[in-house]
C-alpha cells in the first residue's frame, strides 16, 4: 500500500517554463488536495477536488491549474513558472478526517 | 476568518523535560477536527494526534497529549519525557468546511529543539 506518491520529488525550473506535478493515491479516496509550504507559512491550500472530475480554489490558486480525470490522481500545472512559485509542494488525500500526505516535491524556478 | 495560530516560532526543551505547544484557531462551526503533525527534516506529514471537536476528552497519544478549550478556541500539544527524535516542526490544523468538502487549514508552524 503506497499512500500517496508524489513524483517528481525534485526539480529545478527555469522563469517561464511548465510542467506538472503527479499525485497518486491508492486508498480510494475521494478528497485530495495540493498545498505548498514555505518558510514560516505553514502549508496553504492551492487547489482541492471532491471527486473526480472535480476541481475547485484554495487560498492560493493563482499561477496554477489542476485535473482530476482519474479519481486516483490529481495533477498540478504551472503554465508559466515564477520565481515566487519556489516551494514544496504536498499532495494530500482523505477520508473521514483522515489525511495522508505524499513526501512533497521541492521546486525551484530560476 | 479560517485561521489557525501559533504563537511560537520556536521552543526548546531538555531530553525527558515536558514542553506545550500553543495552538488558537477561529471558526464558527460547531463540528469540527483540530490536528497536530509533526514534519521532521525528511518533511514527511506525521500525524500526531487528532481530536474532534465534538467530544470533550482530550485526546491522548502516548507521550503526546492535547488541552481542548472549546470555548476558548484553544488546542495545545503536550509532550512529556521529550526525546531527541521529537525535535521537527509542528504544525496545528483544523477542519473548515468548504464547497462541500473539508479543507484542512494549518498554522505556521513551531520548531521544537531538544537538547541532549
Known amino acids: 500500500n503506497a499512500g500517496v506518491t508524489q513524483t517528481p520529488k525534485f526539480r529545478v525550473l527555469k522563469t517561464g517554463q511548465s510542467m506538472t506535478l503527479l499525485c497518486a493515491q491508492d486508498m480510494n479516496h475521494e478528497y485530495m488536495y495540493w498545498y505548498r509550504q514555505d518558510p514560516g507559512m505553514g502549508l496553504r491550500l492551492i487547489h482541492y477536488s471532491v471527486g473526480e472530475g472535480t476541481t475547485a480554489k484554495g487560498e492560493v490558486p493563482d499561477g496554477y491549474n489542476v485535473s482530476r480525470l482519474k479519481k486516483q490522481n490529481f495533477l498540478l500545472g504551472l503554465e508559466s513558472a515564477a520565481p515566487s512559485q519556489t516551494s514544496v509542494y504536498f499532495c494530500?488525500?482523505?477520508?473521514?478526517?483522515?489525511?495522508?500526505f505524499g513526501s512533497g516535491t521541492r521546486l525551484t524556478v530560476v | 476568518a479560517q485561521t489557525v495560530t501559533q504563537s511560537q516560532p520556536e521552543m526548546s526543551v531538555q531530553e525527558a523535560e515536558t514542553v506545550t505547544l500553543s495552538c488558537t484557531y477561529d471558526t464558527s462551526e460547531s463540528d469540527y477536527y483540530l490536528f497536530w503533525y509533526k514534519q521532521p527534516p525528511s518533511r514527511q506529514m506525521i500525524l500526531v494526534i487528532r481530536?474532534?471537536?465534538?467530544?470533550?476528552q482530550n485526546a491522548t497519544e502516548n507521550r503526546f497529549s492535547v488541552n481542548f478549550q472549546k470555548a476558548a478556541k484553544s488546542f495545545s500539544l503536550k509532550i512529556s519525557d521529550s526525546q531527541l527524535g521529537d525535535a521537527a516542526m509542528y504544525f496545528c490544523?483544523?477542519?473548515?468546511?468548504?464547497?462541500?468538502?473539508?479543507?484542512?487549514?494549518f498554522g505556521k508552524g513551531t520548531k521544537l529543539t531538544v537538547n541532549p
Open positions: 490544523a483544523s477542519t473548515f468546511p468548504q464547497g462541500g468538502s473539508e479543507k484542512l487549514v
Open positions: 481530536q474532534e471537536a465534538y467530544k470533550q
Open positions: 494530500a488525500s482523505s477520508y473521514r478526517w483522515g489525511y495522508t
